[in-house]
Every structure is written in C-alpha cells, then in structure tokens.
C-alpha cells in the first residue's frame, strides 16, 4: 500500500530555512504527480506546492511563491520541500500526497517562531 514518510521539520526563526523530505513507497512513484499540503491549529489543510511526475512543472499558492521550492528526485522515490524565508504563519504541520490516492503520511511540523 501508499506509505509516506515526511521528515526536516521543527523550530526555526523567522527568515530562516528548512528542506523538508518524503520518502514514497507501494506505488510508481515516477508515474505520480506530488503534492505538499500544510495545516495550521484551527484551520484546514491547505496545497502548498505541486510537481509533475517528471519534475518538469511545479505551482505553488500565492503564499510560498518565491519562497518555497518543490523538488523530486524519482531514482529514490523521494520529494522535497525547500523552504526559505520562512515567516510565523508558515507554521503548520507538513504533509505530502501522491496525486490520484488517498492516503496521507504522518506529517511533519514546522515551527516558525523567534
């Protein structure tokens, strides 16, 4: 089955960076668009940043545009997460998701904070 594992999360000032990780595994990876999700205490989860199957497109929300970087690297069936200038209201728990299945890993937190 669909396992994903997030990593690279925890406390960080305000402007600094994290690289986050997700290791996939128990489907094609190469063959699946990603996605990072992210939600914050009280709110709904959010779509941070999408990569095609190929790493040949990436979108981001309007939030992260120019701050937050997403990457693939299918020989290791891994996603990333490059966050930089990082600011309070990027706290959240991190997700990642293969687009098309519906399950979800355990997260990651982000804490933005000085």
């Known amino acids: 089955q669909v396992q994903l594992v997030e990593s690279g999360g925890g406390l960080v000032q305000p402007g600094g960076s994290l690289r986050l990780s997700c290791a996939a595994s128990g489907f094609t990876f190469s063959s699946y668009a990603m996605r990072w999700y992210r939600q914050a205490p009280g709110k709904e989860r959010e779509l941070v940043a999408h990569i095609t199957s190929a790493g040949g497109s990436t979108n981001y929300a309007d939030s992260v545009k120019g701050r937050f970087t997403i990457s693939r690297d299918n020989a290791k069936n891994m996603v990333y997460l490059q966050m930089n200038s990082l600011k309070p209201e990027d706290t959240a728990v991190y997700y990642c998701?293969?687009?098309?299945?519906?399950?979800w890993g355990q997260g990651t937190q982000v804490t933005v904070s000085s």
């Open positions: 998701k293969a687009w098309g299945f519906s399950s």
